[in-house]
């Protein structure tokens, strides 16, 4: 049986992932912050969206755990898909109310592609191919 071999990831590649994975990443704790603080923002954001008050905790929470998972790197690629689940319902709620939800797609896209960048065996299972 052979020995998978993959390809070795450049410093440049690396550094480029962490930068892009940065972003989402300081926006998440920043909106889980918020929510474990009930700001006065947040209450009102989550009121427009429908949400009643004792969601908002549960919802930081979440938020805050799935971004600190995301961070470690041995579960980043959990943390990847746990912050997709999230996002997607953040997605649907601002779809649901008729605002612009092109945010959390955005936010998805830039936590796969810092993940992607970083680590050269998930080039190898998803390679894009030209």
């Known amino acids: 049986m052979a020995v998978e071999q993959t390809q070795p990831s450049s410093k440049k590649l690396i ?3 962490r ?15 918020a929510k474990l603080t009930k700001s006065a923002q947040v209450i009102e954001g989550m009121q427009k969206l429908g949400y009643p ?22 579960t980043s690629v959990l943390g990847a898909i746990l912050l997709t689940a999230y996002l997607g ?3 649907v709620t601002h779809l649901r109310v008729g605002e612009p939800f092109f945010g959390p797609i955005l ?3 830039f936590i796969w592609l ?6 050269p065996r998930l080039r190898t299972l998803l390679p894009l191919r030209s």
């Open 114 to 119: 810092g993940i992607f960048l970083r680590y």
């Open 53 to 74: 008050d004792h969601t908002i905790l549960p919802l930081g929470i979440t938020e805050l755990l799935c971004t600190v998972i995301y961070v470690i790197p041995q």
């Open 19 to 33: 930068v892009v994975s940065a972003l989402p990443v300081l926006f998440l704790l920043f909106s889980a912050i």
């Open 107 to 109: 936010f998805g896209v």
């Open 89 to 91: 319902g953040a997605t």
């Open 15 to 17: 550094w480029i992932g």
